[in-house]
């Protein structure tokens, strides 16, 4: 580069200097921001979700027990089979994405499939589950190899009533949607609880970790082999901070949030195994696009940092019963308890958008959006794409480090 001479100080020369300054920012700054430049947004005309209760979108109410008010009430205003106040995480993307929210596939009444549909219920599990609903401490019989064999119909039955015609025809989605759809996944943190609610000591169910992550994986490609090509994945939040684990618990060693530590190791650890096994699914399928999303990292901050982001109270449900956490597993959200020979409504809190959890075991609609708000952006993501560019492969040329 030509620097400018105290001695020589000529228009020409500092013209020169200030041009060749330019030209070596210009090329800094082209290479900071290549990647975000070069790739388009991606065009998802369905989505296709898997999971537990996180993302279910009323699998089980239309299956076994609907929840009942006050679930739904800020956004909704009534019931519609979420285990929430309102939104879930899913349905900020499907909105982000410029789709009405999913339907449940289970729900037989009033669904539109025509942009994706919803696999996930309450209490999935990636693994076959020991107990299953509607036995006491069940767990969902709609487990992840249930949920692939749910899609496998959808994706022949609904080409066969779009090729009849007719009043349904419409509710179906196109047959080119299934290669371009996003494909979404949270589950496995009903793996991690059957066995620390199952009497495992906390060794036990780390060392079953290894065990769960090859099912997720398999049935990954059994969905790819049916033309999925774009993997939006989350990993498992941090349980140790959930009433419902504190409560079960209350001895356990508590960090700095006063979120049980044993607890999230155990998430920690599963979510390395996922993230290790997306690694291996990309050199496998190397014609699709995986997006590891921390959803982990965003929720944890929620706990560890509430006021910083205008929350409070994070680690006590909102709507609930008794002691430090207000949660008693036996006077659930939205039942009717005895106290003293007097009956009582467990309501909610007076302001849940204030507040992380919403009943002990799940997030609130503003918990909700704070935590879509951060991964759509990309900046919890590997590779580090938005979610409208999760259609890009972390192999594409535009992604490789400078």
């Known amino acids: 580069m030509i620097s400018i001479s105290t001695m020589d100080d000529s228009p020409a020369r ?34 296709f979700n898997f999971g537990d209760s996180n993302s279910d979108t009323g699998g089980l109410a239309a299956s076994f027990y609907p929840p009942s008010t006050p679930f739904g009430e800020t956004y909704f205003h009534m019931p519609v089979g979420r285990f929430s106040d309102g939104r879930l995480i899913v349905d900020f993307l ?17 669904t539109n499939f025509s942009h ?22 069940g767990y969902s019989p709609f487990y992840l190899d249930i949920q692939y064999l749910q899609f ?61 992550i090859p099912g997720f994986s398999a049935n990954i ?51 390395q195994e996922l993230k290790q096994a997306i690694v291996q699914l990309r050199k496998d399928l190397p014609l699709a ?11 944890y901050s929620l706990f560890k ?11 006590v449900a909102c709507c609930g019963y008794g002691g430090k956490y ?15 020979g007097s009956q009582i409504f467990v309501g909610s809190c007076k302001n849940p958008s204030t507040r992380v959890n919403w009943d002990g075991i799940h997030y609130t609609e503003a918990a909700a959006k704070f935590v879509f708000d951060k991964i759509s952006t990309g900046a919890y993501s590997d590779p580090p794409l938005p979610l409208k560019q999760a259609c890009h492969s972390s192999r594409n040329k535009n992604l490789e480090k400078n």
Not at 17 to 46: G, H, K, N, Q, W
């Open 152 to 212: 496998l119909q959808l994706k022949s039955r609904s080409q066969l009533i779009r090729q009849r015609g007719g009043i349904y025809a419409s509710l179906m989605p196109e047959e080119e949607y299934f290669s371009k759809a996003l494909y979404t996944f949270d589950i496995g943190q009903n793996d991690l609880g059957e066995g620390i609610f199952g009497n495992n000591n906390i060794q036990e169910v780390s060392a079953s970790v290894p065990d769960i």
């Open 326 to 340: 207000n949660y008693n597993s036996s006077a659930g959200c939205g039942t009717t308890i005895t106290v003293n």
């Open 14 to 47: 500092v013209t020169i200097s200030l041009f060749c300054s330019y030209i070596f920012l210009l090329r800094i700054t082209c290479s900071t921001v290549r990647p975000a430049l070069a790739l388009e947004d991606c065009e998802f005309p369905a989505i």
């Open 116 to 137: 994706g549909a919803n696999f996930a219920t309450w209490a999935s599990t990636i693994r076959l589950p020991h107990l299953i609903l509607p036995l006491a401490d």
């Open 305 to 315: 940092e509430p006021q910083k982001y205008g929350f409070e109270l994070p680690l």
């Open 289 to 299: 696009a995986f997006t590891y999303v921390d959803v982990y990292s965003v929720k």
């Open 94 to 110: 499907a909105k982000s994405l410029s789709h009405h929210y999913l339907s449940a596939y289970l729900d037989s009444l009033g």
């Open 221 to 271: 490609k059994k969905i790819y082999d049916l033309g999925a090509r774009n993997f939006w994945i989350h990993n498992t939040g941090p349980i140790g901070c959930l009433p419902y684990v504190l409560v079960r618990f209350p001895a356990a060693d508590k960090d700095e949030a006063g979120c049980a530590k044993a607890y999230n190791e155990v998430c920690q650890h599963f979510n």
